[in-house]
């Protein structure tokens, strides 16, 4: 039997606790808006937060990095002491989540076997990265986990369910089960419900059932952050026997899972906005890109500027992404940031005259477990499930110590 699902005890807050400001969006969400967060900090002030438990990274390069990784890890260790977070014991958690757009995603807050992922390319991993890892990007995000006591998920995967047998049957008995949350998200988040599911072995079996040419889930959110669990918990087992192995809290993580399938799971471009270049970098992206699909870039001083990008997003991914890499070796004051909406994205170009942003095409989810079990590999930030707004909001934890 497959046992890369496992029923976790997940933690919530007490009752009491200010729901709409104890859940906060990803940390890597509006990373070049400080406003953003200097708002939602303002707002939260010294209220029981997962904001207090998290390191959005707007401010990785204006904190002193150990001092703030120091009170997250303080915080942590309050919130236990003072039973502000609570075990509701062995189970998942059923999410209707409800966007400002009018679309609602369902998912299934689960743990799974780090054991039986990889982001190797060639991989044969039951769970696959979907786009490339940066190994660059794990070190800083392992500073942060490697002395948390719990760990909070932003992390999406995906499986493949086309008769919808197992989220969807769940919700159907949605008022047979205990409902743990029911609150509207802060800062145009939308609302959010959430349900203890207990036969965790009959959802387990049904997943079991999914394996198809060796996959079960592919990351859809948050790859680098199930990448930075996965070292920790390989630091971590080399000290262990192989009874502690078996069982240890920081080799299973804590993940919502959707299926592919959901009505709700709208694929959304990443576009790329590049900080500190000139009409060089444009003119050569013009050389290398193109195709059928008319995009556009945009600068403070041409505006919008008709760009044609190959019709395959995968392929125009890999065009853009490829040349922009190659670039940047030869200019290392080339910036890039990652936006998921068009309005952040000329926002965020606007504020400088030698920015660029390149707007992307949206990736269809046709093929996309077939491409992923072929051993390909999406350029990194293809694709994103849903506006930035409708990214997860860390909610549930589990402890990983």
Request: charged share 30%; net charge negative; proline share 4%.
């Amino acid at each position: 039997m497959i046992k890369t699902v496992k029923a976790p005890h997940i933690l919530l807050p007490k009752k009491g606790v200010d729901m709409s400001r104890y859940a906060v969006i990803a940390c890597d969400q509006f990373t070049s808006n400080l406003d953003y967060w200097n708002s939602l900090s303002e707002y939260i002030g010294d209220e029981v937060s997962t904001f207090h438990m998290i390191y959005p990274e707007a401010y990785l390069e204006n904190t002193n990095n150990d001092e703030y990784i120091r009170d997250i890890n303080s915080n942590i260790s309050k919130y236990l002491k003072n039973n502000d977070l609570v075990d509701i014991g062995e189970c998942f958690v059923l999410v209707e989540r409800l966007t400002t757009y009018g679309v609602r995603r369902l998912g299934l807050v689960i743990s799974i076997d780090l054991e039986d992922y990889s982001y190797e390319k060639g991989n044969k991993a039951l769970i696959k990265a979907s786009e490339a890892t940066i190994v660059e990007r794990i070190p800083p995000r392992l500073k942060i986990r490697k002395d948390a006591e719990v760990e909070l998920p932003h992390v999406l995967v995906l499986f493949d369910d086309p008769q919808k047998t197992i989220v969807e049957k769940l919700y159907e008995k949605r008022n047979e089960l205990e409902k743990v949350y029911d609150f509207e998200l802060n800062k145009d988040g939308g609302h959010i419900r959430g349900y203890k599911v207990t036969n965790t072995n009959e959802v387990i079996e049904k997943f079991n059932k999914l394996v198809k040419n060796g996959l079960l889930f592919i990351v859809g959110d948050g790859n680098h952050s199930l990448a930075t669990a996965k070292a920790h918990w390989d630091q971590i087992k080399v000290n262990l026997s192989e009874s502690e192995k078996e069982n240890h809290p920081a080799r299973y993580a804590l993940v919502e899972a959707n299926n592919l399938y959901d009505d709700g799971i709208i694929f959304e471009p990443i576009h790329r906005v590049l900080f500190n270049v000139d009409d060089k970098f444009e003119n050569g992206l013009r050389k290398v890109v193109d195709g059928d699909y008319i995009s556009f870039t945009f600068s403070k001083k041409d505006g919008k500027k008709p760009l044609k990008m190959p019709k395959n997003a995968p392929m125009a991914y890999l065009t853009v992404q490829s040349f922009i890499d190659e670039y940047m070796k030869s200019h290392p004051e080339i910036k890039i940031d990652f936006i998921h909406d068009e309005d952040e994205l000329i926002n965020v170009a606007s504020k400088s005259d030698s920015s660029l942003a390149i707007a992307m095409p949206a990736l269809t989810k046709e093929d996309l477990f077939d491409y992923l079990a072929k051993d390909k590999v999406l350029p990194r930030k293809s694709f994103s499930m849903g506006h930035a707004n409708e990214k997860r909001y860390y909610l549930e934890a589990k402890r990983i110590k």
